[in-house]
């Protein structure tokens, strides 16, 4: 089992950036892809961002591609989501997740572990 926690969420004005750390302990050993998903209220959770466990490898949905970096830290247990010109929108959770084995996918089903979530706020 693998425990994440988010950190770094807040409020920023629209353009601004904003960094989200993920640290992953327990049973990291050689485990799959980690993610960063959004949530805004009412709305289902959506696939946002996903490194391979090596870092080698990212990919981004189209609404944030060329804005948002996914990376993984020198310490392989930390990923960091680097957002700048942020959107103006409502309050939105930002969720990191791990698979258990396997490249990325945007199904949040296939990640075995999520972390609490960090709420974001980009203001106009």
């Known amino acids: 089992q693998v425990q994440l926690v988010e950190s770094g969420g807040g409020l920023v004005q629209a353009g601004g950036s904003l960094r989200l750390s993920c640290a992953a302990s327990?049973?990291?050993?050689?485990?799959?892809?980690m993610g960063w998903f959004r949530q805004a209220p009412g709305k289902e959770r959506e696939f946002v961002t996903a490194?391979?466990?090596?870092?080698?490898?990212?990919y981004y949905a189209d609404s944030v591609k060329g804005r948002f970096t996914i990376s993984r830290g020198n310490v392989k247990n930390m990923v960091y989501l680097q957002m700048n010109s942020m959107k103006a929108e409502n309050t939105v959770v930002y969720y990191c997740a791990v698979r258990k084995l396997g490249y990325h996918t945007r199904d949040t089903g296939d990640y075995a572990s999520w972390g609490q979530g960090t709420q974001v706020t980009v203001s106009s």
């Open positions: 490194i391979t466990w090596s870092g080698t490898t990212t």
């Open positions: 327990g049973r990291t050993f050689n485990s799959g892809a």
